[in-house]
């Protein structure tokens, strides 16, 4: 975005810091960073003797491997040594700070030349040492760590040395427009427009390389807080950022050429919690369980990517959970008759996403006892009093779509949230960037939500997901058609990486796996899941019951929305002892002056208005650092060094790519009709032992009697319009599919006949009796199938010792050549004639140097071996 310029190429600066060293002393901590190439090095010192300040010296000099030698060696004694990959930062409690390293890690995915790593281990360790060994420590302290300790960052924490993965791929690939970490777009005067600079280039063509550093999203960042008491570090690359959520990569294999799918979910860490201690929103407009999923497609050369978010609904509601009931009463906390709070984060998406914003609701409608429609109507009514004041072109669309009732009415659930998800991809579009085509932007973004944002709207996601991928799969080049079939190797992989994905953020978010599944929706679930449907449900009600509470306490702490202190007032009290975190994420924070005096239907910034649909973010993207390169060797932005890591030894099987192609493996069926990932696969199902007696989906009568708020109530009205809609179009596709014929070897192939004048075509009688008695020399020559290896050797023995064979009944076997007794113990020499030595000894008489013009006395002798050739 913002560079139509071919020439002029933005390369990410990859971390000079990706291996770190931590050397423990009594009084001090040395911190040694260096390369991937471990060529270049780092030292930060940190003294230990400080028992409540963090005292980081940072050394601005660069060492190289013998100078960093010298300087490990001068420590002396035997100083504790612990490697890592990175440092998440510092975090204090009420006894001195500590330290937080990644002592593992593993390759997950990868964009282009960008690897993504997730940590598998990390270590704490004591930064101040008292001076006084007799004191005793706080009482609280050790309670504190344990439950920082709560947030298990070996699951589903990620980062990259070259990647802004808190960024969408959109963002990353547009040109810069503003250079500094603390820019005000509103204010602060932007870049020239990059087709308009000559770059003081000698040829009209020539590239022109810059080296940037990103801006990360804060919102997204999940160890900001342990990083603050590094901000004064001048060398940024000892800062590792990392995010939370979901992140997997599996790949296709289109008759040979492989295309990557990588979806990649951000959890917000604003007003970020557990399932019933954060619902709606709070007065900045974050929302409760916000995620952003991003699906990239690519070749290798090109990419695709499509990006929706899943958030609660952005009002003042809670639920009580005083009282152990399955489904607590949904009440509205505060009126908001103006639409304040969901008018910041409308105007947030507006910002981030362009337009237009797409709301799709999947809460119920129609009730016996208003439940979920209350918060149903309250978005209904937000979105109709703030469109108002949008430009009609620019309005937000709603759409609700009761799935609970639709997929009980007998309705193809799916079906329905296909039209849909092509309504959503139409109007939003996806970002494209290929070689020799015009850029392709996404402009705005659907928003899909229920009542916990776990079980329908994943499935909902799945949906919009599988859409998108025929259409991206369509601007690559690799499908005519964007529509694809369930049961294909292509869908299943995706349907794979959306389960796992919606168990991943069930557990995180509800405690939990997902309870209604995918194929819960199809109706195609199994009759035994239904068990594992009803243990899943018992989880997260064990879990929202007795472990949410202490879940909170450590995501507060983690984040820094509460910090410890040892003055125990009412103000300062241990977090245990908190009635409630209301005022952590729902602190006040003074606006500018401009926002002061901004009207309540002013909801919306003139700059946000004036750059949609497009992006504001995008099209005003800001870094940190932005300078030119005069080559593309440097190790800074080498990502090819970087990503096959050429300058040491590796095996295959270690490679991320490899890895990949290995999983994906696993979605293929073990017998296949056609090698088309887009083909329905015929699969052989085994029949119920227990069918349903009504005819139905063994899991359709329990899927919606569940005791989360995911459950359904019984609620039996049908939607006349949409099945009338429905029947007609499934009678239409059943026409056309008869019609098209599948797409398969044979087709695409001309007939072996006609290119080899042969047929292959099942074996004769006589020669099938003949193939049978050849399989049975194993018998009939030893005893069984261990001496069929042995059958020749015993054969070749025997000639060798004179022994004749035995008479063996139909079968007269005649050895077709000698191979000796030669083995790895003894070997006889062959006999060589006299002829071919005397060739031999011709040939080695023959100058060594063929490179060199030869003698004229030797070319006599080359005549004559040649003549004997």
């Not at 080559?631 to 890895?659: A, C, P, V």
Request: proline share 5%; with cysteine; aromatic share 10%.
């Amino acid at each position: 975005m913002n560079n139509n310029n071919p020439n002029i190429i933005f390369n990410p600066l990859i971390s000079a810091i990706q291996k770190v060293v931590l050397y423990e002393t009594r009084t001090r901590l040395y911190l040694v960073g260096s390369n991937n190439r471990e060529t270049r090095f780092r030292l930060l010192t940190i003294d230990r003797t400080q028992h409540d300040r963090l005292a980081i010296d940072e050394n601005p000099n660069e060492y190289n491997a013998l100078e960093i030698r010298r300087f490990v060696g001068s420590l002396g004694g035997q100083p504790k040594v612990t490697s890592a990959y990175g440092v998440l930062g510092f975090v204090r409690f009420l006894e001195g700070y500590y330290l937080i390293l990644v002592t593992k890690r593993k390759s997950c995915a990868h964009l282009g030349m960008h690897l993504i790593y997730t940590i598998k281990d990390t270590v704490m360790v004591k930064v101040n040492e008292p001076l006084n060994t007799l004191k005793t420590p706080h009482p609280y302290e050790e309670r504190y760590k344990k439950m920082f300790q709560n947030i298990d960052l070996r699951s589903n924490f990620y980062f990259s040395y070259s990647y802004d993965l808190t960024r969408t791929l959109q963002y990353n690939l547009s040109a810069p427009r503003y250079v500094g970490p603390n820019v005000d777009i509103e204010v602060d005067e932007p870049l020239p427009e990059w087709d308009s600079l000559t770059n003081n280039v000698e040829k009209a063509n020539e590239r022109v390389d810059y080296a940037y550093r990103s801006c990360s999203r804060k919102r997204f960042v999940w160890n900001a807080f342990l990083l603050e008491p590094m901000k004064g570090i001048m060398l940024r690359d000892w800062l590792l950022e990392v995010t939370h959520g979901y992140i997997s990569q599996s790949c296709i294999s289109i008759y040979g050429r492989r295309v990557n799918v990588c979806l990649i979910a951000r959890r917000s860490t604003r007003y970020a919690g557990t399932r019933f201690l954060k619902r709606g929103a709070n007065f900045r407009g974050d929302v409760a369980n916000e995620v952003e999923t991003e699906q990239i497609v690519s070749d290798g050369h090109n990419m695709c990517s499509f990006t929706q978010m899943r958030g609660s609904v952005p009002s003042h509601w809670s639920q009580d959970i005083s009282k152990m009931v399955p489904k607590p009463p949904i009440q509205l906390d505060i009126s908001d008759p103006y639409a304040q709070t969901p008018a910041r984060h409308f105007e947030r998406l507006l910002f981030h996403y362009g337009s237009p914003l797409i709301m799709l609701n999947l809460v119920k409608k129609r009730e016996k006892r208003q439940h979920e429609n209350i918060i149903a109507k309250e978005l209904v009514n937000s979105i109709r009093y703030l469109n108002q004041f949008l430009p009609p072109q620019h309005r937000m669309k709603y759409i609700p779509f009761d799935m609970a009732r639709k997929s009980r009415g007998g309705g193809n659930v799916m079906e329905m949230l296909a039209d849909i998800a092509e309504f959503v991809v139409q109007q939003n579009g996806m970002f494209f960037k290929a070689r020799g085509q015009p850029l392709t932007f996404q402009t705005g973004i659907v928003r899909t939500n229920c009542v916990d944002c776990l079980d329908r709207t994943n499935t909902a996601q799945f949906a919009i997901g599988k859409c998108a991928l025929g259409h991206q799969l369509e601007r690559l080049g690799f499908i005519k058609s964007p529509n694809l079939e369930f049961d294909s190797v292509c869908v299943t992989m995706l349907e794979n990486l959306y389960e796992e994905h919606g168990d991943t953020l069930a557990l995180q978010y509800g405690g939990s796996q997902l309870v209604h599944r995918i194929k819960t929706y199809r109706k195609t679930a199994a009759w035994a899941s239904q068990g594992n449907d009803i243990m899943q449900t018992l989880s997260r009600y064990y879990s929202n019951t007795f472990n949410d509470t202490e879940k909170q306490h450590s995501i507060n702490l983690f984040l820094g929305y509460y910090i410890p202190s040892k003055s125990h007032t009412k103000l300062n009290q241990p977090i245990w002892e908190l009635q409630s975190d209301y005022y952590m994420h729902n602190a006040y924070r003074p606006l500018s002056p401009r926002h002061e005096t901004r009207l309540i239907t002013d909801w919306v910034r003139l700059k946000i208005r004036k750059c949609l649909p497009y992006s504001c973010s995008d099209s005003n993207r800001i870094v940190k650092e932005l300078f030119r390169v005069h080559t593309r060797d440097l190790e800074m932005i080498d990502g090819y060094s970087n990503f096959y890591q050429s300058f040491k030894w590796t095996e295959l099987n270690e490679h991320i790519s490899f890895e990949i192609s290995q999983v994906a493996m696993r979605h293929l069926p073990t017998f296949r009709t056609n090698y088309s990932p887009f083909q329905k696969q015929i699969q052989e199902r085994k029949k119920p032992k227990n069918p349903s007696l009504t005819g139905q989906s063994s899991t359709s009568s329990t899927a919606s009697n569940d005791s989360s708020s995911s459950s359904e109530a019984d609620d039996t009205s049908t939607d006349e319009e949409f099945s009338a809609s429905l029947s007609l179009k499934e009678q239409n596709q059943k026409q056309s599919k008869e019609i098209e014929t599948s797409i398969t070897l044979e087709s695409l192939l001309p007939p072996m006949e006609e290119v080899y004048g042969c047929k292959v075509s099942n074996p004769s009688k006589e020669s099938m009796d003949i193939y049978k008695r050849y399989v049975q020399i194993s018998k009939l020559t030893g005893n069984g199938a261990a001496a069929m290896g042995n059958s020749m050797n015993t054969v070749a023995q025997s000639n060798a010792n004179g022994i004749q064979l035995r008479n063996l009944p139909g079968i007269n076997l005649k050895p077709l050549s000698d191979y000796g007794t030669d083995s790895y113990l003894s070997v006889k020499p062959p006999t060589v004639s006299e002829e071919s030595l005397r060739i031999y000894e011709e040939y080695c008489k023959i100058p060594r140097n063929f490179n060199a013009v030869p003698k004229i006395d030797e070319f006599d002798q080359l005549y004559r071996y040649v003549l004997m050739l």
